[in-house]
């Protein structure tokens, strides 16, 4: 592997270090011990997560040792908004909030061999701290002008709205953790994204003080689309890790519509292909667009990071199967679920006239243009051409007792749903 610095600035996941020269010295010398937080401020990590645990697997993968924090501390206060005060979450929350995103984070390190990670929860040294160390032995350290000159910070404080002594003191608990971390871990590093640079810093100045230690911090570049649309929203708003609150399906089909324009920057961003593997994609995005090449490798590779590739292999036969390349009776109730959650749909049950089903989906505008379309050939159930217009749904047609796919032509698509 090349540098990992120069790897991770050729993919597009360097905005800014705090010196470049004395990292990039650090990492050739290392092993370097290096972290990124996640605050559990809801119960899923997101698209946004997703490029800070590229960045984690990226260095570990170049033997350097990483730990991540998921935020039970932190969490509890939550990182000042642009605007707008947080609402607090409660303790059992946000502690439940931290089981799931440490199970989420472990999928992406390797916590075995001869470089495992560490998981840890700054909940178990914050939480010790009593009011008077914390304003002795840390606040000393801080300067109210520095503070307060934080972007966000100072947005807030020219805001109707303001700030609270809470969400000020962020920055704060943030820099106790690279200081306990730096303490005892030995770590050197710290990686974020770039709206995080201050509260960053802030770990910096706390150990050059408290320590007398120059220490380091990477942050990623906030990641846009080339239409100017803000990246990682959906209409069910952001593209979460979890598959309970999107499916991986879903998932899968965010992927898949990436942009031509957008396509091979993700792909340096969010896969572990070589240069070489997406010079080659990049060729194929330009002399064979509708091929979508670059997209299906990209919307695999992301899907097997997140949900796994068993899951993977579920969603690409879900889409084979809807269009009638594969068998929808095959598909798990999940998979199906999600496959089908973004379609049109009515409601239908044994008994029921299939014309009704399709005018009720809006697949035709009446019982005449259904009859029109069965006469055509062009009606399916579950991939099986209707033959006659008196035809009515079998309990067997419910696949799960559930879902009926309804298909007119080979891909206008809708779902007659029991329940």
Not at 95 to 119: C, H, I
Not at 330 to 349: F, H, I, M, Q, S
Not at 374 to 382: R, S
Request: hydrophobic share 40%; net charge negative; with cysteine.
């Amino acid at each position: 592997m090349t540098d990992v610095l120069d790897e991770l600035q050729w993919r597009g996941l360097v905005a800014q270090t705090t010196d470049e020269a004395a990292l990039r010295s650090a990492l050739a010398e290392g092993p370097i011990t290096y972290y990124c937080g996640f605050d559990p401020t809801a119960p899923s990590l997101h698209h946004g997560h997703l490029v800070q645990l590229v960045v984690l697997r990226h260095l570990q993968l170049a033997g350097h040792r990483a730990v991540a924090l998921v935020g039970g501390a932190t969490g509890l206060i939550g990182d000042p908004r642009q605007s707008g005060e947080r609402v607090l979450n409660t303790k059992e929350t946000v502690a439940d909030w931290t089981e799931r995103l440490k199970a989420q984070v472990s999928r992406f390190l390797d916590f075995e061999g001869d470089n495992p990670a560490l998981l840890v929860n700054n909940l178990d040294w914050i939480s010790e701290l009593s009011a008077i160390d914390f304003l002795r032995d840390v606040g000393k350290h801080y300067r109210l002008g520095t503070m307060l000159a934080k972007d966000t910070v100072a947005r807030r404080l020219r805001s109707e709205e303001g700030i609270s002594f809470t969400e000020f003191s962020y920055q704060i608990l943030q820099g106790i953790d690279f200081l306990e971390l730096h303490r005892r871990h030995g770590v050197s590093l710290q990686t974020g994204g770039n709206d995080q640079w201050g509260n960053l810093l802030s770990g910096v100045e706390l150990i050059r003080k408290a320590e007398g230690t120059a220490v380091h911090v990477l942050t990623t570049p906030l990641i846009t689309k080339a239409d100017g649309t803000k990246f990682g929203k959906t209409e069910g708003g952001a593209v979460w890790l979890a598959p309970d609150m999107m499916s991986p399906y879903a998932f899968y089909q965010y992927w898949l519509n990436a942009a031509d324009e957008d396509v091979v920057g993700w792909l340096k961003i969010f896969t572990f292909r070589s240069r070489e593997e997406i010079a080659e994609l990049e060729t194929a995005v330009r002399e064979r667009p509708g091929a979508r090449e670059a997209q299906r490798a990209l919307a695999s590779d992301v899907t097997t990071l997140v949900h796994g590739a068993a899951a993977t292999e579920a969603v690409i036969a879900a889409s084979q199967a809807l269009f009638g390349r594969g068998e929808l009776r095959d598909l798990d109730e999940a998979t199906l679920r999600g496959a089908v959650a973004e379609l049109p749909r009515t409601t239908a049950k044994p008994g029921d006239l299939i014309v009704d089903a399709f005018v009720g989906a809006g697949l035709v505008a009446s019982k005449a243009a259904a009859r029109r379309a069965i006469g055509e050939g062009g009606a399916y159930v579950n991939n099986v051409k209707v033959t006659s217009e008196e035809q009515v749904f079998e309990a067997g047609d419910l696949l799960h007792g559930r879902y009926a796919v309804l298909r007119r032509g080979k891909k206008t698509l809708a779902v007659a749903d029991a329940s």
